[in-house]
């Protein structure tokens, strides 16, 4: 019997034999595993929860090292990049003038745009901000923090000065905060830390700013920086003088004593009326103040209160500052 293969078959037969030769395959490598970068052990978290005020964005850290940790939440333009160095100056120098802020060395600097215009700190002495010494910053703008200058930077190192009055020599609050309100301190310490920095043009921009600011307290026109900060500035020591007014505050001032973190610091336990402010900065200035603080605020406390009777009662209640001036 005749068996008949169609053509096509016989085709494919000689087809899968030429295949079934043994051809040379070319070595190819592996792919590279994928790397994911693993922070140290002492890393600041990649991601941070706010859990402040009406705060609740997922901030993503950009940058950090042994100044400042940045981070930015979702609407932040990702090539802003001066906040790594300007407050890292920023922020080692108040260290250098004011002392250590906790054990943590780092500022951890936060930013926002288009939502929660405006700034407020945190302290390593507050849990509110997981003990972290904080600078919040936001703004309205989409476009916000992308030059680095002018208000940028006014209001990213405004806030550090609040850490400087709330949590500086280890004790907690601000003793004169009811006095300078938010905050004619600011006014001084911006003015200090642009010329230590060098930011020649910045601090006559602040200057000039300064200058020409009046406010309604103690008394309507009261121009706080020319007539009050600058003289003590410019003729008592300049950071001397400044920083001298925290260390008197924490030497003497009542306070009691405060837990952080299983650590002990010290917590003031009331605000300072007229008289003590004035004889505090006397002591810091190691000059009696009295005239000066009579030209730039007059004789009465913001509620009108003659504030003469308050500095004798401080000059005794305060004997060791007394001595350094009298």
């Given at each position: 019997?005749?068996?008949?293969?169609?053509?096509?078959?016989?085709a494919?037969?000689v087809?899968?034999?030429?295949?079934?030769?043994?051809?040379?395959?070319?070595?190819?490598?592996?792919?590279?595993?994928?790397v994911?970068?693993?922070?140290?052990?002492?890393?600041?978290?990649?991601?941070?929860?706010?859990?402040?005020?009406?705060?609740?964005?997922?901030?993503?850290?950009?940058?950090?090292?042994?100044?400042?940790?940045?981070?930015?939440?979702?609407?932040?333009?990702?090539?802003?990049?001066?906040?790594?160095?300007?407050?890292?100056?920023?922020?080692n120098?108040?260290k250098?003038?004011?002392?250590?802020?906790?054990?943590?060395?780092?500022?951890?600097?936060i930013?926002h745009?288009?939502?929660?215009?405006?700034?407020?700190?945190?302290?390593y002495?507050d849990?509110?901000?997981?003990?972290?010494?904080?600078?919040?910053?936001?703004?309205?703008?989409?476009?916000?923090?992308?030059?680095?200058?002018?208000?940028?930077?006014?209001?990213?190192?405004?806030?550090?000065?609040?850490?400087?009055?709330?949590?500086?020599?280890g004790?907690?609050?601000?003793?004169?905060?009811?006095?300078?309100?938010?905050?004619?301190?600011?006014?001084?310490?911006?003015y200090?830390?642009?010329?230590?920095?060098?930011?020649?043009?910045?601090?006559?921009?602040?200057?000039?700013?300064?200058?020409?600011?009046?406010?309604?307290?103690?008394?309507?026109?009261?121009?706080?920086?020319?007539?009050?900060?600058?003289?003590?500035?410019?003729?008592?020591?300049?950071?001397?003088?400044?920083?001298?007014?925290?260390?008197?505050?924490?030497q003497?001032?009542?306070?009691?004593?405060?837990?952080?973190?299983?650590?002990?610091?010290?917590?003031?336990?009331?605000?300072?009326?007229?008289?003590?402010?004035?004889?505090?900065?006397?002591?810091?200035?190691?000059?009696?103040?009295?005239?000066?603080?009579?030209?730039?605020?007059?004789?009465?406390?913001?509620?009108?209160?003659?504030?003469?009777?308050?500095?004798?009662?401080?000059?005794?209640?305060?004997?060791?500052?007394?001595?350094i001036?009298?």
């Amino acid at each position: 019997m005749k068996y008949i293969f169609p053509l096509s078959a016989v085709a494919l037969v000689v087809l899968l034999a030429c295949n079934d030769k043994k051809e040379p395959i070319e070595t190819v490598k592996p792919a590279p595993p994928l790397v994911v970068a693993v922070d140290p052990p002492d890393a600041p978290p990649k991601t941070w929860k706010e859990h402040w005020f009406e705060h609740v964005q997922l901030l993503n850290r950009v940058y950090y090292d042994t100044s400042v940790v940045v981070y930015y939440d979702g609407d932040v333009k990702p090539t802003i990049a001066w906040p790594k160095t300007y407050m890292a100056e920023a922020w080692n120098y108040t260290k250098k003038t004011y002392g250590k802020f906790g054990d943590d060395s780092r500022l951890f600097v936060i930013y926002h745009s288009g939502k929660y215009s405006g700034g407020h700190p945190g302290t390593y002495l507050d849990g509110a901000h997981d003990f972290r010494n904080v600078t919040d910053c936001g703004a309205s703008s989409l476009d916000a923090w992308v030059t680095g200058v002018d208000n940028d930077i006014d209001l990213s190192t405004h806030e550090i000065g609040h850490i400087v009055e709330g949590a500086s020599k280890g004790v907690k609050e601000s003793p004169a905060f009811d006095i300078w309100h938010d905050s004619k301190w600011m006014e001084i310490y911006q003015y200090d830390v642009y010329l230590g920095l060098n930011r020649t043009a910045d601090a006559q921009r602040w200057y000039n700013k300064m200058m020409a600011t009046t406010d309604s307290y103690p008394k309507a026109g009261t121009q706080w920086f020319k007539n009050w900060f600058l003289p003590i500035y410019e003729n008592y020591g300049k950071t001397k003088a400044l920083n001298g007014f925290f260390t008197l505050l924490s030497q003497h001032f009542p306070k009691q004593q405060l837990t952080v973190q299983g650590k002990s610091y010290q917590q003031y336990t009331r605000k300072m009326n007229f008289g003590e402010f004035v004889h505090f900065w006397s002591g810091a200035a190691k000059a009696n103040l009295e005239p000066l603080a009579l030209a730039a605020f007059g004789p009465k406390d913001e509620k009108g209160v003659d504030w003469a009777p308050m500095l004798a009662k401080a000059k005794t209640d305060f004997p060791n500052i007394t001595s350094i001036y009298k």
